[in-house]
């Protein structure tokens, strides 16, 4: 099927080797980025994805932002409607960022206030109790603490309760305790949202988001997911300009010799699916090796970088690079079917 196109990058290695190498650093370069955005998106936003429910409750905020769960307050009368509208199928949240330390050693936390419904299920331990707190297993890990060791919370001196995979908030760590705990160590009678397990609210100056939006009320959130999206879609039409260049110019220098077929009697459909599938040999050959490399990277560099590596997120940028390559390699790979043999072997 490719014969021509195999005999010829035996014959040019080094053409071969270099689109291989420019290939692989684009697909290199994709991988990573992926890896990188699906790590920033988990250490930002995890725990709100986690929260059980069908709708988040917030203040209603003019902003063209929309709202934001570090800047909203819902106080009591409207958290007590919103209640019983649901037959009280609703939990309060309450949401603020301060520092948690035991002995020397301290650390930035967003401390989410809840009940239980609203908790991870500890690993360890128990549901924190009136005076403790659920810390997660690279807080307490961070911190030197098990189950039972005071720790300092704010102003606050709390007890360690349990550890779970509360997540992460504005890249910071979330730790859980209850509600009456977070308003005494945040200085705060109000609180930030209500989950509601189903149902809606008409309570005035709230808005409700559906939980599969939730994450846009994690403050910077959609700007820094929006940025990371939008620098991997340059780098993959980058790398189909380039790509579909290199492949443009080594199909120039390749019109004497496909003339001659063509003079021997190829027709037009030979020549472009031999010089296509030579396209997506080479593709294959350059993207197999960029996406090991950035595999392997993203892994070695796992234990200091936020990355996540995950199927869909390797699978799907090499799908689109694949396509946009392919796209750039059958437009350079075009001209051989219109080639006069006559004119091109007459240069």
Known sequence: MVFIGIRDIRFAKGRFVLICAVIAMMTFLVVALSALTNGLQNQSISAVSRLPGQTLVLRDTAGAEGPSLSQSELDESTVRRIVDENDGDATELGVTTTRVAHGVISSTVAVFGAGVAVMPEPDVGGYPQSGGILLTREQADDLGVGIGDPVTVGPSHLRVDGIGAAGDYAHTPVAY??????????????????????GSTDAPETTSVPMSKAVDTVPGYRSEHGSLLAIQAMLLAISALVIGTFFA??????????????????????????????AALVLLAGETVGALLGIGLSAAVSAAVPVALTAGGIALPLLAMTLLGSAGALLAVRRVTVVDPVVAMSR
Do not use: I, K, P
């Open 249 to 278: 110019v080594w199909t120039v220098q390749r019109l004497r010799d496909l003339a001659v077929v063509r003079a021997l009697g190829a027709n037009r459909w030979y020549l472009l699916r031999d010089g296509f599938g030579q």
């Open 177 to 198: 305790t209850t509600m009456d705990t977070w308003r005494a160590l945040s200085h705060g009678q109000y609180a930030s949202a209500v989950v509601l397990a189903a």
